[in-house]
């Protein structure tokens, strides 16, 4: 099994307030199709748009996605909120 530094890594896209996973499809097309790219809707956008927006809410979100991606190294960017909520994630991702 190859050590985490030779799979290649998740990203983890985080959209900005108002919009959804989907606002990356754009960029999508421009990512290396090896990459595993994840853009998943915050609480209160997109497909969860019913629920509460809370900032604990969508950090548990990005936690879900980086769990996803098992022992691959991940990577997370955002756009606005989704830059925050990216930051916000940092100390609770997995190692």
Do not use: C, K
């Amino acid at each position: 099994m190859p050590s985490n530094s030779q799979q290649t890594p998740v990203v983890i896209l985080v959209h900005g307030a108002g919009l959804n996973g989907a606002s990356w499809n754009a960029v999508r097309r421009h990512v290396d199709p090896r990459v595993q790219l994840l853009t998943p809707d915050l609480p209160g956008h997109g497909a969860r748009i019913a629920e509460r927006f809370t900032l604990q809410g969508a950090v548990d979100t990005v936690v879900a996605a980086a769990r996803s991606a098992g022992t691959a190294p991940v990577v997370v960017g955002g756009d606005s909120l989704g830059g925050y909520t990216a930051n916000a994630s940092a100390s609770a991702l997995p190692p």
